[in-house]
């Protein structure tokens, strides 16, 4: 399971794969998606939508969450809401 790092802002810090209990970890299920700083998603956009703005694109990265998406949801699916997690 992957662990994504960020700071007080939700700027992306690190990501490492999840090895055991670690102190300060908030478990957030669903889908979560690293998106530049830059680009802000709105309800109606899609996971694949979002990616392909991703694409080439450099830091900061911001994590957000796909809010009420199933993750076995098609990533052309819309979401309902995006939540920037900080």
């Known amino acids: 399971m992957p662990v994504v790092t960020t700071d007080s802002r939700g700027v992306y810090v690190s990501r490492s794969f999840l090895s ?6 908030s478990w957030m299920g669903g889908v979560g998606v690293l998106l530049p700083a830059a680009v802000c998603p709105r309800p ?3 996971v694949a939508s979002m990616l392909e703005k991703a694409g080439g694109a ?4 911001r994590l957000w969450k796909a809010g009420g998406q199933p993750v076995d949801a098609p990533l052309q699916a ?3 809401v995006w939540i920037p997690v900080s």
């Open 20 to 25: 055991g209990e670690r102190p300060g970890v």
């Open 44 to 46: 109606g956009d899609s």
């Open 58 to 61: 450099s830091a900061p990265w």
């Open 78 to 80: 819309p979401v309902k």
